[in-house]
């Protein structure tokens, strides 16, 4: 099994910029297709982005495109989630997860998951 711990998360204003970490301990990341997440209060866990074991492809929300960066360095055993231009409604706790198949987004596939950093957003 593999752990996940996220870290980054913060109060920014909108338009700020935050990069999110997310380090696997037990087995090493590049064994795993990695996503971020994301969870609004009363609304559903959403997918953000994700990333091949190699880091050769992402795949993106659209309401992130542009403005959203994962990257991994599977070296460190990290992941990350770098975030630009920031806006409200970005407000969210956001979650890594890891699975061993091939790059998606679907929640659901998604077997490891860490505890969750919250970013919120002010206007």
């Known amino acids: 099994q593999v752990q996940l711990v996220e870290s980054g998360g913060e109060l920014v204003q909108a338009g700020a910029s935050l990069r999110l970490s997310c380090t696997a301990s037990?087995?090493?990341?590049?064994?795993?297709?990695m996503g971020w997440f994301r969870q609004a209060p009363g609304k559903e866990r959403e997918s953000v982005a994700a990333?091949?074991?190699?880091?050769?492809?992402?795949i993106y929300a659209d309401s992130v495109k542009g403005r959203f960066s994962i990257s991994r360095d599977n070296a460190a055993n990290t992941v990350y989630l770098q975030m630009n231009s920031l806006k409200p409604e970005d407000t969210a706790v956001y979650y890594c997860?890891?699975?061993?198949?091939?790059?998606?987004?679907?929640?659901?596939?998604?077997?490891?998951w860490g505890q969750g950093t919250q970013v919120t957003v002010s206007s």
């Open positions: 997860a890891a699975h061993g198949g091939t790059l998606l987004r679907d929640v659901g596939q998604y077997n490891y």
């Open positions: 990333i091949s074991r190699n880091g050769g492809m992402t």
């Open positions: 037990g087995r090493t990341l590049r064994m795993y297709t």
